[in-house]
């Protein structure tokens, strides 16, 4: 199968062998690993017996997949990843039910995100279809590896590395698609508990015409001084605002949800809108899906509020004090693959900390976040029959 592309340097459009599921050789660990008790999973921490690697050259096009055994990579020192951060990266989960069935939880999504990604730092595009075929068969082929205990899913990171091997700030000539997998149980092991937020004004993680919008390895690790810091404050993580207004962003490396009640009884949604500043999650859309077709009375869900307003709008964070003071602030969350919903409950923000309810006592979330929750789980555990749900069990291996 061959597909057109740009010349990265010349802008020519040239055709290039593309991505090839039909090609990939498949070869099997002979020391299979046994995994550690379900219970004792610590996030990204344990890996399967499999991976899957794809070369690209700027000439050759993309190369042959290979699934084989998980094993370190070999890359020239050199190589354009180490230098300049020829780097981005997926996240996204396949979950087993009971009956066998491996379902992953809208994957086109993340390919159409991971192409977005490769563009923006002039790393190759590719057949998303088939690439999900290849993650299928991994997938399938460590299937033993994805408890189907409720809450538990194999965590999948497809990633891409410029392996250029020479200096020189310029697109790279080659790079390396790999997919490693990781059993992972529940986020929230010992229970919900809500999460404090430190509304940082000296940091920034995304400004207009950057990077913010694409899930570049480059947005990430100048994270890490910013949530020390918030941590020293006794905060878990930062809200990310940005510019003089102080418009609000994202939390931590999850999209943000606030909820306000209005005059006449509705509530309204809101997240702030993507701009290329916020990257656009699935989890994000997925919320947003949901709670627009209980709106609309197309699929009402259960917990949802009655008369729900869906907004993607700028707020700022005087929306949040006035909203405290006059006691119409309902929730705030977080959305992201690897907790789905994460409640919050304290924003501290110019020396004092804004107190956001948080659902009855014992359910560690707000009404609207449990029901977010509620449902998405149930769609990706099989519970509820979803197009977003992709059973890979038809992988040929
Ligand atoms: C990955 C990520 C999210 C969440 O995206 P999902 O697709 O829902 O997992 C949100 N914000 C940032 C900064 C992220 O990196």
Same mark, same amino acid.
């Not at 390895?217 to 100048?222: D, E, H, I, K, R």
């Given at each position: 199968m061959r597909f057109k592309t740009t010349d990265a340097f010349t802008g020519e459009s040239v055709r290039k062998p593309g991505l090839d599921s039909s090609i990939a050789t498949i070869e099997r660990t002979t020391t299979p690993k046994t995994m550690p008790p379900a219970s004792q999973l610590v996030f990204g921490h344990t890996f399967t017996d499999h991976m899957l690697t794809i070369p690209w050259n700027s000439e050759k096009g993309w190369g042959k997949p290979e699934i084989k055994p998980y094993q370190p990579l070999s890359l020239d020192p050199s190589s354009t990843v180490f230098h300049y951060a020829f780097s981005l990266f997926e996240g996204l989960k396949a979950y087993k039910s009971e009956d066998g069935t491996v379902r992953m939880f809208r994957p086109d999504m993340n390919m159409a995100r991971m192409n977005k990604s490769a563009a923006r730092i002039a790393l190759p595009t590719f057949d998303g279809e088939e690439l999900i075929e290849l993650i299928k068969k991994l997938v399938m082929l460590d299937e033993k590896w994805i408890p189907s205990e409720k809450g538990y899913s194999l965590y999948l990171r497809p990633t891409m590395i410029g392996t250029q091997e020479a200096l020189g700030v310029g697109p790279s000539s080659d790079a390396l698609l790999f997919v490693i997998c990781s059993p992972v149980g529940p986020y929230y092991a010992s229970g919900f508990k809500p999460v404090q937020l430190y509304a940082t004004t000296e940091f920034v993680r995304a400004a207009p015409g950057g990077t913010g919008g694409y899930k570049l390895? $480059?947005?990430? $690790?100048?994270g890490i001084v910013p949530q020390a810091e918030a941590a020293k404050r006794g905060y878990s993580q930062n809200l990310w605002l940005l510019g003089p207004e102080h418009e609000l962003t994202e939390v931590g490396t999850m999209n943000l949800f606030v909820a306000f009640r209005k005059p006449d009884g509705t509530v309204e949604l809101v997240t702030p809108p993507l701009k290329d500043i916020v990257l656009p999650g699935v989890t994000r859309d997925s919320t947003l899906a949901l709670a627009r077709e209980h709106a609309s009375g197309k699929t009402r869900i259960p917990g949802l509020p009655d008369k729900l307003e869906v907004s993607e709008r700028k707020l700022v964070m005087q929306d949040l004090v006035d909203a405290e003071k006059n006691g119409t602030l309902v929730e705030v969350f977080g959305t992201g693959t690897a907790a789905v919903v994460s409640a919050v409950d304290k924003i501290g923000y110019e020396g004092r900390d804004i107190e956001i309810p948080c659902g009855p006592p014992g359910q560690g979330m707000g009404d609207i976040a449990k029901a977010v929750l509620d449902r998405m789980s149930a769609i990706q555990q099989g519970e509820i029959e979803h197009p977003w749900a992709v059973v890979a069990n038809d992988a040929k291996l």
């Open positions: 390895g $480059a947005n990430y $690790a100048p």
